[in-house]
């Protein structure tokens, strides 16, 4: 079954600065990757995702993502964030028979002003 | 289209109590997710139907736990009895025509089992 590791409980970054957040996947082939996003009392939105191709996504907000077979990776970068990304983001993955999203444990991020 | 509609959106109820939580996708998305969330296990597949029959409930926590589609506009997950365990958010997502597309998520229902 597959799985996923989202290293990064809490993350804090500065109004303009950029943003990485790390995502970490286990699966035996080259799953779908997702990433959403969650703000607070809200449901999941979908920012990006990864099916097969060039493995630099573009999503929506400005994010972006890689996906790096090598080292099981998807990461999900912006590179200016806004105040209003604070949120909760979530990594997911679907196996390629088997269509449901193992999300991970999430990310919050924290926008300063 | 209004997107995902969930209700109640908040529920208290008292232990061993029926709990029904509902959900209408956006029209014409034939699959449908219930997921839970909480703290300790984050966000977990319940179940999920296409073109309302259930496909794969192997999420559900126990016997306590029922969902059904009897329609493509109606949804229900239904608690009896509850368990102040099963406090958490329940959110209702749908997809169109593959479960790995994107799916739409609802805001939620908040239950809490006293």
């Known amino acids: 079954a597959q799985s996923v590791t989202q290293p990064d409980i809490h993350i804090t970054v500065s109004e303009g600065a950029s943003l990485e957040l790390r995502c970490n996947y286990s699966?035996?082939?080259?799953?779908?990757l997702f990433w959403y996003v969650q703000s607070p009392g809200q449901g999941l939105q979908l920012l990006l995702k990864?099916?097969?191709?060039?493995?630099l996504v573009q999503g929506i907000k400005g994010f972006e993502a890689e996906f790096k077979r090598s080292q099981s990776s998807f990461n999900l970068r912006k590179p200016s964030v806004h105040w209003s990304d604070a949120a909760e983001y979530f990594c997911a993955v679907a196996g390629v028979r088997d269509y449901k999203l193992s999300f991970g444990a999430g990310t919050t991020v924290t926008v300063r002003a | 289209d209004a997107g995902v509609i969930q209700s109640p959106r908040h529920e208290v109820t008292e232990m061993g109590q029926e709990v029904t939580l509902r959900c209408k996708p956006i029209s014409g998305h034939d699959y449908l997710f219930w997921y839970r969330q909480t703290m300790m296990r984050g966000l977990e597949l319940l179940i999920y139907f296409n073109n309302n029959v259930p496909i794969d409930d192997s999420g559900m926590p126990e016997d306590r736990f029922s969902a059904k589609m009897p329609n493509a506009s109606f949804s229900t997950l239904k608690i009896q009895p509850s368990e102040p365990r099963d406090s958490a958010v329940y959110f209702c997502a749908s997809s169109l025509g593959l479960a790995i597309n994107e799916q739409f998520f609802g805001p939620g229902t908040r239950l809490t089992v006293l």
């Open positions: 990864y099916f097969s191709g060039d493995t």
């Open positions: 699966y035996g082939a080259t799953p779908y």
